[in-house]
């Protein structure tokens, strides 16, 4: 059973007939066809007060510290192992307010859509636009609709921004990094971006691996609310992959970063594409991981808490801040040499986000 069958199933959501088959530049004019295309599937399947409303915007009502974030989704294809660009938008905004220790709450969404995409492929793209965002506990509550000429697009893009309040414990910020803390990494690195290259106009090959795209907020919410301050950054290494974080983290704290093959989790069939293909894990984009900065004394029990959550069974602690060689990541290789991690030189792998 297909991807799209599960979700039609699991929601009780089947596609209403309708009188176009393909989304034309008439279905962005703001007038009848474009209320058509959003009254087919966008107002019911993701109803709820807020959005029901149908004003220009969203009436919010939050008190308190807030994080705000905004991401925009270009993946080309649009349908991958695992996922699509659907619940990819509302997976990355829901992680990055998660990232800030916020408890996210709303979304905007937007869609550029090029005239020419088939309504069930936008009806997919919605049911597990629907699903993430239940999964994540979060509403949709404005949003905005283009459709582009034929050629000026590549089907669809999509905007999404999310507001969320801080959790009371939260005390994230880069500043907070210092000598002797762990670095733990949630789970297997390199496994988004080999799923968006397996299938990879003229570059596929035999694999069955998935996308790990997924809403890492309730797992982080819990760690937060167990171990508080003394998870000083989280961050999550999606472009440029791990080691352009991790570079990014030491030239910013100044501080010396050291991590260690031989602790980097990662698939066997991952590790072997990267390798049919000359690509370096550590720099091959990431969704659904999570990099965490965390005080020494608590690295054991946070390990164990966050190996017994669904999103984080392969979690290990992956390397050192320290002070020595600031500014600077070094790799310790299995066989016992060093070298220099830099971030991303150029665009390795294009448009996996």
């Known amino acids: 059973m297909s991807y799209s069958k599960k979700l039609r199933m699991q929601l009780q959501c089947p596609m209403p007939k309708l009188d ?13 066809l474009t209320n058509k295309l959003l009254d087919s599937g966008v107002f019911d399947l993701l109803s709820n007060d807020i959005l029901d409303r ?22 080309s294809p649009i349908f991958f192992p695992g996922g699509n660009i659907g619940e990819l938008a ?16 709303y979304l905007s969404l937007s869609f550029i859509i090029e005239e020419g995409l088939k309504m069930t492929e936008f009806w997919e793209i919605l049911l597990t636009i629907k699903y993430a965002c239940e999964k994540a506990n979060v509403l949709v509550v404005t949003g905005d609709t283009k459709v582009v000429e034929k050629g000026k697009g590549d089907k669809i893009f999509i905007n999404t921004s999310g ?19 762990k670095i733990v990494i949630n789970g297997n690195i390199a ?15 035999d694999s069955t691996i998935e996308s790990d795209t997924t809403n890492l907020n309730h797992t982080l919410l819990h760690l937060i609310d167990r171990f508080g301050k003394d998870i000083h950054l989280v961050t999550d290494p999606t472009r440029g992959g791990v080691a352009t974080v991790l570079k990014e983290i030491a030239l910013s704290a100044n501080m010396g970063i050291d991590i260690f093959q031989k602790d980097l989790p990662i698939d066997t069939q991952v590790a ?29 029990s946070f390990l164990e808490v966050l190996q017994n959550d669904e999103n984080g069974k392969n979690a290990r602690i992956i390397g050192t801040v320290v002070h020595a060689h600031p500014k600077q990541v070094i790799l310790e290789s299995a066989i016992g040499g060093k070298r220099v991690v ?5 665009e390795q792998l294009p448009r996996i986000c």
């Open 163 to 181: 507001v969320g309040n801080i959790h009371p414990k939260a005390n994230i910020h880069k500043q907070n990094i210092k000598a002797g803390d």
């Open 191 to 205: 496994t988004h971006g080999m799923a968006i290259m397996s299938v990879r106009e003229g570059l596929e090959f």
């Open 90 to 105: 509302v997976n990355g905004t829901v992680n990055d307010l998660a990232m800030c220790g916020a408890i996210p709450k």
């Open 272 to 300: 072997n594409a990267c390798e049919l293909l000359g690509l370096d894990p550590l720099y091959v984009a990431n969704e659904g991981l999570f990099l965490s900065f965390i005080d020494a004394s608590i690295a054991d």
């Open 54 to 75: 149908r004003h220009d915007g969203a009436f919010l009502e939050m008190k308190g510290q807030m994080a705000f974030s905004t991401d925009s989704f270009l993946v």
């Open 342 to 346: 830099n971030m991303l030189p150029g």
């Open 20 to 32: 176009f088959d393909v989304i034309t530049l008439g279905h962005g004019s703001g007038g009848t």
